[in-house]
């Protein structure tokens, strides 16, 4: 199994969760995150005074999947969550080596 976690602009968490539910994906986890990357935040002007924004806001989607479906629904996540501008994001592709359905104690690919 493989956990795709993927940091993505806010405004285009609906179009990612629209593709990946039409893939057939059925659960996911959603986090509000604030972070930077090599833009470094941003500047903003507010009633005429400028201020830094060191970290911008960002969506941590994180998802579980089966090894054969990891390729599929990082190429949505790819295709989906991209504007082609500096801070579009990343996705992290880690290995799972368990999951447990604490309700039913099912393992594996059966748990997710």
Do not use: C, W
């Amino acid at each position: 199994m493989k956990k795709i976690e993927a940091v993505i602009r806010p405004f285009k968490l609906e179009e990612v969760k629209e593709a990946l539910l039409e893939e057939g994906i059925k659960g996911m986890t959603i986090s509000e995150v604030r972070g930077y990357g090599r833009q470094k935040g941003h500047t903003e002007t507010y009633r005429g005074s400028e201020y830094q924004i060191e970290f911008v806001p960002k969506i941590k989607i994180e998802i579980v999947v089966p090894d054969e479906l990891s390729d599929n629904v990082v190429n949505i996540i790819l295709n989906t969550a991209k504007t082609g501008q500096v801070g579009d994001g990343k996705i992290f592709i880690i290995n799972v080596e368990d999951a447990i359905r604490i309700r039913t104690d099912e393992s594996g690919s059966e748990a997710l």
